[in-house]
């Protein structure tokens, strides 16, 4: 990667950041942004800097359906005099700029990446995320159900960022994490103040603050290979007892990648969609013969739980799939907590050791 011109960035008032978005709108980007919408925030395309909400707090979900939708076609055919025509997905993806997005949550689109780019390609979210640049909003406090550094990350980690925002004295400091990010902010030098180190070095301090606010113990990265050969023990009957199997889990979380595939349409014409799913549905591995390899809910459960903290971290270097956003912490209606259920299985897994030892 080439080095990068400006490392210490810009110093933004709020009406700066405005201007720059309404710059980035006429240079025709898309701008998706946490807007207010019904009492929710959420992550919705902007025509104007007006409709975007800054407070402290994540959104209920996370932007990753800009690069991974919940439903999408494939394709779609139609039948003309005697040959079939096919169509590959849309014509032209427009450039984006995911702007405001928690730490946490680009971490999470980094995981999306080993899943659809890191061995055979997928055409459409590589395209997407080609032409995606995403900004990053440094997090100004931790929320009761935040875990990001038990799992690897931070309240100010720069995973997956093009650009970071960080909450300042009066105002923003924004400063290029990558060569896209640093193309990004080419107008600002028209207009904009330069940010400078002392100021950079008081908003870390702050950041470190919130760090350190956060308490929940580390996940150690070695309890992979554990959880792994917990999968036999009868402490995944007692976790998953309480799973309902709703899938909010999934669907509120950055880094899932689940989906289903159907096509619907006639002899003349159809099309075939992608459609999120989750692995806590009983219907997700059915096969059409009737037989389910995962039969219970528990062991519907466990999946979720061992591809986050066993499967994927042994094969992306201990890198855990799960970010610690704490979405599922805080709307599982029975409770549940992914980390907590980690730590009981391995428990549970190092009792069973030390006994056969």
């Known amino acids: 990667m080439d080095s990068l011109r400006d490392p210490l960035g810009w110093r933004l ?26 009492g929710l ?39 003309e005099s005697d040959t079939v025509r096919l169509d590959e997905g849309p014509a032209e993806i427009q450039e984006q ?49 935040c875990f990001c550094t038990a799992v690897g990350g931070s309240p100010r980690g720069e995973e997956g960022s093009d650009l970071q925002l960080v909450a300042a004295e009066q105002g923003w400091l924004l400063r290029p994490l990558t060569v896209k990010g640093e193309r990004l902010t ?12 002392e100021a950079w070095e008081r908003a870390r301090e702050a950041l470190q603050r919130v760090e350190e606010s956060i308490r929940e113990s580390t996940v150690a990265r070695g309890w992979a290979a554990v959880l ?20 909010i889990c999934t669907y509120v979380c950055p880094s899932c990648s689940c989906f289903d595939v159907n096509d619907r349409g006639d002899a003349r014409c159809g099309e075939r969609c992608r459609s999120w799913d989750s ?17 219970t809910q528990a062991s519907r459960y466990r999946q979720r739980v061992l591809h986050k903290f066993a499967y994927y971290p042994q094969l992306h270097g201990g890198e855990f799939m799960c970010v610690g956003c704490g979405r599922c912490v805080k709307l599982c209606p029975v409770g549940m907590s992914i980390q907590e259920s980690v730590r009981t299985a391995v428990a549970a897994a190092q009792e069973v050791g030390d006994a056969q030892r």
Request: hydrophobic share 40%; glycine share 8%; aromatic share 10%.
């Open 97 to 145: 700029v995911l702007f405001a997005v928690r730490p946490c949550d680009s971490a999470g689109l980094t995981r999306l990446d080993a899943v659809f780019t890191g061995g055979e390609v997928d055409p459409l979210y590589a395209a997407r995320r080609e032409r995606t640049t995403v900004v990053t909003l440094a997090c100004p406090e931790a929320e009761p159900e």
């Open 186 to 197: 080419a107008p600002l030098g028209e207009w904009a103040e330069r940010a400078t180190e």
């Open 279 to 295: 692995c806590t549905f009983a219907l997700f591995t059915r096969h059409a013969t009737g037989h389910n390899p995962r039969p």
């Open 13 to 38: 008032n709020d009406e700066g950041v405005a201007r720059w978005l309404e710059e980035l709108l006429r240079a025709g980007k898309r701008v998706i942004a946490p807007v207010e919408n019904d």
């Open 41 to 79: 925030r959420l992550f919705q395309a902007v025509d104007s800097p007006a409709q975007v909400c800054l407070v402290s707090g994540k959104t209920r979900w996370s932007p990753k359906e800009f690069l991974f939708p919940r439903t999408e076609p494939l394709f779609s055919y139609a039948v």
């Open 228 to 247: 792994e050969g917990s999968f036999g023990l009868p402490v995944w009957e007692t976790l998953g007892r309480r799973c309902l199997g709703c899938g």
